[in-house]
T-cell receptor
Framework: GAVVSQHPSRVICKSGTSVKIECRSL??????MFWYRQFPKQSLMLMAT?????????EQGVEKDKFLINHASLTLSTLTVTSAHPEDSSFYIC????????????FGDGTRLSIL | GQQVMQIPQYQHVQEGEDFTTYCNSS?????IQWYKQRPGGHPVFLIQ?????EVKKQKRLTFQFGEAKKNSSLHITATQTTDVGTYFC????????????FGQGTTLQVKP
């Protein structure tokens, strides 16, 4: 159980393109989803917390107009990187959590984004 | 802000040797979780510790939560090549935001 699907797994696109990443909880309802960014050989950096039906809460230094998050249902959250530039190239991972702030997070497989 | 420090950053061991990673928080944690990320993969939840002084075992893995709930450790007995990966501790602070604060991770390499 507790499977999270993240799509696409890899994106290569030109600078200026907007990229949408989907995160789905397949077998449970995720009241909260999290979006992380991970640089090579580094830890996970939380970008934003997404609660179903409400606006995402962004961490300090993360541009909300750059990284658009939508959590329209209990099983789907999307992250759109708008007008991506090479410095946005990274590994983006989502996680989903069932109701309860202390529940474990279940991670998607991640999306490797490369902006040329 | 709240920080979770994890050491060592890297550890190379011979197969069969033991391995320990340590996690320290700047503030008291309500609980601590451990995750494992294989190379090229995503973090996978291993365990959660909640009580002060709690010890939990999963086969060759032993997890401890300190009495003051500010530190934790993961010990692997007789490592195997399948233990290779990065182990992250992550804690919830006293606030109820639900955000996890991740340590930097310890990357374990096991030589066969």
């Amino acid at each position: 159980g507790a499977v999270v699907s993240q799509h696409p797994s890899r994106v290569i696109c030109k600078s200026g393109t907007s990229v949408k990443i989907e995160c789905r909880s397949l077998d449970f309802q995720a009241t909260t989803m999290f979006w992380y960014r991970q640089f090579p050989k580094q830890s996970l950096m939380l970008m934003a917390t997404s609660n179903e039906g409400s606006k995402a809460t962004y961490e300090q230094g993360v541009e909300k107009d750059k990284f658009l998050i939508n959590h329209a249902s209990l099983t789907l959250s999307t992250l759109t990187v708008t007008s991506a530039h090479p410095e946005d190239s990274s590994f983006y991972i989502c996680s989903a959590r069932e109701r309860g702030a202390r529940q474990p997070q279940h991670f998607g497989d991640g999306t490797r984004l490369s902006i040329l | 802000g709240q920080q979770v420090m994890q050491i060592p950053q890297y550890q190379h061991v011979q197969e069969g040797e033991d391995f320990t990673t340590y996690c320290n928080s700047s503030t008291t944690l309500s609980n601590i979780q451990w995750y494992k990320q294989r190379p090229g993969g995503h973090p996978v939840f291993l365990i959660q510790l909640v009580k002060s002084g709690e010890v939990k075992k999963q086969k060759r893995l032993t997890f401890q939560f300190g009495e003051a709930k500010k530190n934790s450790s993961l010990h692997i007995t007789a490592t195997q090549t399948t233990d290779v990966g990065t182990y992250f501790c992550a804690g919830h602070g006293s606030s109820n935001t639900g955000k996890l604060i991740f340590g930097q991770g310890t990357t374990l390499q096991v030589k066969p």
